[in-house]
Structure formats: C-alpha cells, structure tokens
C-alpha cells in the first residue's frame, strides 16, 4: 500500500469502495439501530401471540408464567416510558429518505415499514392506556 502526501490543509476525499460492506454505510447502520429499537417490542409480541394460538388451538387456558410476564411488565411499564417510542418512528422517517433508492433496497424498505408499523402500534397502545380507554 502506498500513500501520498497531501499538500498542506487539504483534506482527503472519502469515497465509498464498491465492495464495502451495506451494514459498514451510513444507510446499514440506520438500518441496524432502528432494528435494535424494535426488539424489546418483538420480545412481548412473540409471548402475546404465541399466547394467543395456544389459546385459540386449546391447548392452554388461565394464566402462564412464561407466556404472561413479558405482556403484563410492558402494560405496566407503557404509560411510564411509552412516549419513547417517538425517538425511533422519527428515526424511521430520517432512515427512509435516507434509504429510498435503488432497487436492492425494496426488502430493506419492507422492513422498515413492518419496523413502523410494530411502533405505531405500541404507541398507540400507549395512547390507549394514558386515556385509559
């Protein structure tokens, strides 16, 4: 590898290699921090719906300790910190025009949308609780 000196106060230019890595740009870390912020929703998701098949195959009925906990913590931790999930709906936003071109991204922009879609709901569901509806 060689290197050649700069003339004085000139900056070098950043250009992306072809081969460099989606999750290494700027487009793969939004991607990577809005999926992060979706996790602790998909962990109540899978107990409420897996609940919900076991219920409705009759295969389980009254309570559970393991299908149960993580759906009842989130209803009682909600209406404390459920306002957070503005932060990652804006992020979504700022990651879709950030995001929006090229084919390859059409999964990528599914995915964000599903992103979206499981805060909208969980802020909504906070709404529901503030209001007590």
């Known amino acids: 590898m060689t290197t050649t000196a700069l003339p004085a106060g000139e900056a070098p230019e950043v250009v992306p290699r072809p081969d460099e890595p989606w999750i290494e740009s700027r487009e793969g870390m939004l991607f990577f921090v809005n999926a992060l912020f ?4 998909y962990c109540v998701l899978f107990p409420l719906g897996l609940r919900t098949l ?3 195959l009759g295969l389980a009925s009254g309570p559970s300790v393991f299908l149960d906990t993580l759906p009842t913590l989130a209803t009682d931790c909600l209406p404390y910190v459920g306002w ?3 932060v990652p709906i804006v992020l979504i936003f700022k990651t879709f025009s950030v ?3 090229g084919e390859r991204s059409r999964w990528r922009r599914g995915a964000l ?7 909208l709901g969980f802020l909504g569901y906070t ?3 503030w209001l007590g509806v």
Do not use: A, K, T, Y
């Open 127 to 129: 709404l529901r609780l």
């Open 38 to 41: 979706v996790i602790p929703e």
């Open 113 to 119: 949308s599903l992103f979206l879609v499981s805060h």
């Open 84 to 86: 957070f999930l503005v």
């Open 99 to 101: 995001e929006c071109s």
């Open 54 to 56: 076991l219920r409705s």
